[in-house]
């Protein structure tokens, strides 16, 4: 079925640096791709999505372009602040049913 | 338009007991979703519902667990005597209904973390 691998973190950067996080799928079509975070405490939070190839979501400074040559889903930001140290995950639809399937989360740690 | 609403937030009980958790979707939504996250996890899928039926419950354990999605009222999930391993926090999301019976963006509330002792 539907599958998400996505780098382990703990992430660990300053204020103003480029942030990474990767990810890749496996899936039988072209599902929609999905970034979600989730604060300190709290539930989760539709970051960004793309629903077709080459599609880019973006958000908040966040991007991910949705890549079917690499099968990637990578969040990127060019200036990461204090205020994004959070855990990040990415999904996808599970085969043909509509729930979520999610990669394990990225932490990330931003420091002033 | 309130977001997904999720009660209680906290919830402790001891092994044995039993735990309901509720989930009111986003106005408009009919599809709700649960998921559970265990500590320092990702979250897994247990169960998709729609207005009075189950629609998928291939995650849900086999024992113990039930949800409902009433006509009238919010979503319940259940759990009948809880152990500690049920300790974990319960996410509960929402979409519109697409045509083709898809479901559109998934919205999360806030969850409700439950302790076992």
């Known amino acids: 079925g539907n599958s998400v691998t996505q780098m382990e973190g703990p992430v660990t950067l300053s204020e103003e640096a480029f942030l990474t996080i990767n990810c890749t799928y496996t899936a039988t079509g072209y599902p929609s791709l999905f970034w979600y975070v989730q604060y300190p405490g709290e539930g989760l939070q539709l970051l960004l999505k793309?629903?077709?190839?080459?599609d880019k979501g973006s958000n908040k400074g966040f991007e991910a372009t949705y890549r079917k040559e690499t099968t990637s889903f990578h969040l990127e930001k060019g200036s990461v602040q204090v205020s994004d140290s959070a855990v990040y995950f990415c999904a996808l639809p599970h085969n043909a049913g509509n729930m979520l399937t999610f990669g394990g989360g990225t932490r990330l740690m931003v420091k002033p | 338009n309130a977001g997904v609403m999720q009660n209680p937030r906290h919830l402790v009980r001891r092994r044995g007991q039993e735990a309901r958790l509720r989930c009111s979707p986003m106005k408009g939504h009919s599809h709700v979703y649960w998921y559970r996250q265990l500590p320092e996890e990702g979250l897994k899928f247990m169960v998709y519902?729609?207005?009075?039926?189950?629609?998928?419950e291939s995650g849900m354990p086999k024992e113990r667990f039930s949800a409902e999605f009433p006509k009238e009222g919010p979503s319940i999930l259940r759990i009948q005597q809880v152990v500690r391993g049920d300790s974990a926090a319960y996410f509960c999301?929402?979409?519109?209904?697409?045509?083709?019976?898809?479901?559109?963006?998934?919205?999360f509330g806030p969850g409700t973390r439950l302790t076992v002792l």
């Open positions: 793309a629903t077709k190839a080459d």
């Open positions: 999301a929402s979409s519109l209904r697409l045509a083709g019976g898809l479901s559109d963006t998934q919205y």
């Open positions: 519902l729609q207005k009075e039926n189950i629609i998928d």
